[in-house]
């Protein structure tokens, strides 16, 4: 039986983008939802936002001129997210906590530079226990395995971490960000990816990524704001879990890597778009590894909804 947690409801959710697959400085749509990394410095065109298949954020919320910040995910390569934030401005110094969606690579890759950047000792991290499960690694079709990364507590803690494990929700910033920890598995399509393996035992199996996860907001009278790293639970199974958890039923955003990219997804875009749908979000926002053809269709079937993201890119959800 899920446990009901309330969640404190913010009047603004600001997600920063450290990291992300794409950057594009010419697009010129900021509105006040949307701000793109500027690229002058001085009237000069040099100020450059870099793109790597990973995802960071930076997330403020802010309830009654209070504001708290935190970080979700660190990026791919050691440096790239870090690099980010020092040519977006971002102070770093004011996250209070961080969080891990799961233990890939290309979610825990800029720890280190960026646990440096917030200059604080033992930075509270808040994971599954199975972020630390090795070895992980992907198989082609010709049988070629390819290894990742381990990701290890000790890596964690000598990045500056005090790490806290939870498979269930919990809560950070005062109440006012919710971990959502294990997510369980509802929908007959969201199976995760035939290529992605684990040991455990000993033993190969697909990794069935029980350290998945996501960020939970509430913006006041607007409903959830949701944001995955990769959503190999599915991102369906994601957003079902937040409403039930949450108690709360109205879905103001979607966002994050939905992990619909590649041939082995492409049966699965049509039926999760028609979830997608069905939640009515105000905001839909595909990020990192949801794939190019999944982001076309999303785009095509929720073009109201649909908000392009990018390195650099802020979004702001008001109340």
């Not at 280190?112 to 200059?119: C, E, G």
């Not at 390819?146 to 806290?164: C, D, L, Q, Y």
């Not at 992605?196 to 996860?213: H, N, R, S």
Request: aromatic letters at 6%; hydrophobic letters at 40%; a negative charge.
């Amino acid at each position: 039986m899920t446990q009901s947690m309330h969640l404190n409801p913010v009047d603004r959710v600001e997600i920063l983008t450290l990291q992300d697959n794409t950057i594009d400085i010419t697009v010129m749509d900021n509105s006040d939802v949307i701000q793109r990394a500027w690229p002058l410095v001085g009237m000069e065109l040099k100020n450059s936002i870099l793109a790597e298949h990973g995802f960071s954020s930076m997330i403020t919320v802010t309830e009654n001129e209070t504001s708290r910040s935190m970080l979700f995910d660190f990026g791919f390569s050691p440096n790239g997210a870090a690099i980010n934030a020092d040519a977006l401005g971002a102070d770093l110094r004011r996250v209070e906590q961080v969080a891990l969606s799961h233990g890939h690579m290309d979610h825990v890759g800029g720890i280190q530079a960026l646990v440096k950047k917030i200059n604080k000792s033992e930075v509270p991290l808040v994971l599954h226990p199975a972020a630390f499960r090795n070895p992980r690694y992907s198989k082609t079709p010709n049988g070629m395995k390819i290894n990742f990364p381990a990701f290890t507590r000790e890596k964690a803690e000598t990045a500056g971490t005090m790490v806290i494990e939870t498979e269930k929700p919990y809560p950070m910033l005062n109440r006012t960000a919710l971990f959502l920890g294990g997510i369980p598995r509802t929908t007959p399509f969201e199976k995760g990816s035939p290529s992605l393996f684990c040991e455990i035992d000993g033993k190969e199996q697909l990794d069935p990524f029980d350290d998945d996860t996501a960020m939970v907001f509430h913006v006041r009278d607007k409903g959830l704001v949701i944001i995955s790293g990769c959503a190999h639970s599915g991102i369906v199974n994601t957003v079902t879990y937040a409403q039930k958890v949450t108690g709360v039923d109205g879905v103001m955003s979607i966002m994050g890597g939905f992990h619909l990219g590649g041939s082995d997804m492409e049966t699965v875009i049509k039926p999760t778009v028609k979830a997608l749908k069905a939640f009515s979000p105000t905001y839909i926002i595909p990020t990192h590894c949801t794939g190019r053809g999944a982001i076309q269709f999303i785009e095509q079937e929720m073009p109201d909804e649909f908000l392009l993201n990018m390195s650099g890119t802020q979004l702001t959800f008001h109340a």
